[in-house]
């Protein structure tokens, strides 16, 4: 299994600003992906989950309304859509893969954005907001 996140950068207060998480080495829908973040001193936070076999997405307070999580099968990709950005998002943004037990439209927000339940892990993209 091997996630591979890209697309970080430096944007604005108030820009946008697209991560991807290629995924490959295992059935894409049998799995959740989810977007965690780690800022300086402090610890990882869950961003997003998406299941694309059910359509199944949930999204941490913090960023709903502003974040939007999609997949794409064919290409075994997932993307977090990133807008009005704010200097607290600044932080390492990594993918995680968690293997379904059971198909449900709402299997991430039952399943929530706790780390022990994704087992692999990709390395990171850093995203940094500030003018």
């Known amino acids: 299994v091997q996630l591979v996140e890209s697309g970080g950068g430096l944007v604005q207060p108030g820009g946008s600003l697209r991560i991807s998480c290629a995924a490959s080495?295992?059935?894409?829908?049998?799995?959740?992906i989810g977007w965690f973040r780690q800022a300086p001193g402090k610890e990882r936070e869950g961003v997003s989950c998406?299941?694309?076999?059910?359509?199944?997405?949930f999204y941490a307070n913090s960023v709903k309304g502003r974040f939007t999580v999609s997949s794409d099968n064919a290409k075994n990709a997932v993307y977090l859509q990133m807008n009005n950005l704010k200097p607290e998002d600044t932080a390492v943004y990594s993918c995680?893969?968690?293997?379904?037990?059971?198909?449900?439209?709402?299997?991430?927000?039952?399943?929530?954005?706790?780390?022990?339940?994704?087992?692999?892990w990709g390395q990171g993209t850093q995203v940094t907001v500030s003018s």
């Open positions: 998406i299941s694309s076999y059910d359509g199944s997405t």
């Open positions: 995680a893969a968690h293997k379904r037990l059971y198909a449900s439209a709402t299997y991430c927000f039952d399943l929530g954005l706790g780390q022990r339940h994704y087992d692999h």
């Open positions: 080495g295992f059935t894409f829908d049998d799995y959740a």
